[in-house]
């Protein structure tokens, strides 16, 4: 640990950690809620800072696919050139194809420590790097919305489809968290498209195979031509609660 504070017991082990060069030490809840995207003042999604966790709710003997992505922008060779910083959310009902419709989704949102944002009160604890910046300012916890990490999932993990999976987990409770994708009607037409989400399953009965029960992840890139393959989830997944 480079700077921050730490607590041991009497054996040695570690009770309490707050590190400057611990990751998720240094993310800090800005939202919660429900709806089909995040749109707020407090909330301006950054795909390469931002850190967001999702839970949907599922009836029994069903599974919800959900993945997330920004309106984007695209050249005649499909490469995106501009997005908005509203994240939003889509998926199906008992269906793991790769179209959908907006999805209402249980979010926590986290923001890069440093981009949260001026706070208000003047008692509390803050960490530094080495570099002189904000890595943990307890003003942020502010107690009854803040979630915990529960696990972790690397990446290259899963398949991207339950029938060859086992579940990220099997409480439905939990959150998991889930990137961006910019798979759209708008570049369908011209070229692959790549999805990575999860699918919430509650006690599923396919028409083969074990029942799916769980949260798993779910990820597919369709070709030029038609056709697609299942895909590895290339980031770690996030397990919360």
């Not at 997330?68 to 269906?95: K, P, Q, W």
Request: aromatic share 16%; glycine share 12%.
């Amino acid at each position: 640990m480079a700077h921050g504070l730490q607590v041991y017991t009497g054996s040695g082990a570690t009770v309490v950690q707050i590190d400057s060069s611990t990751t998720i030490r240094n993310y800090a809840p800005v939202i919660t809620g429900s709806g089909s995207s995040i749109s707020s003042t407090s909330f301006s999604y950054n795909p390469d800072r931002d850190l967001t966790f999702i839970n949907v709710s599922v009836a029994s003997g069903n599974f919800e696919t959900v993945w997330a992505y920004v309106n984007g922008t695209y050249d005649s060779n499909g490469n995106l050139t501009t997005e908005d910083d509203t994240l939003r959310f889509e998926g199906r009902t008992n269906s793991a194809a790769a179209t959908g419709s907006s999805k209402t989704v249980s979010y926590f949102a986290f923001k890069n420590i440093q981009d949260a944002g001026s706070l208000s009160g003047t008692y509390g604890l803050q960490v530094y790097n080495s570099s002189n910046q904000l890595a943990f300012d307890s003003r942020q916890y502010t107690g009854g919305s803040n979630l915990s990490v529960l696990d972790y999932k690397p990446s290259n993990t899963y398949t991207g489809y339950p029938v060859y999976d086992t579940p990220i987990t099997t409480n439905l409770n939990r959150y998991v968290s889930i990137d961006r994708c910019y798979a759209k009607s708008n570049v369908y037409s011209i070229g692959p498209f790549f999805l990575q989400g999860f699918i919430f399953a509650n006690n599923y009965s396919p028409s083969s195979g074990s029942n799916w029960n769980g949260i798993y992840h779910f990820g597919f890139t369709q070709g030029f031509f038609g056709g697609g393959s299942y895909q590895t989830n290339y980031n770690g997944i996030l397990v919360g609660g």
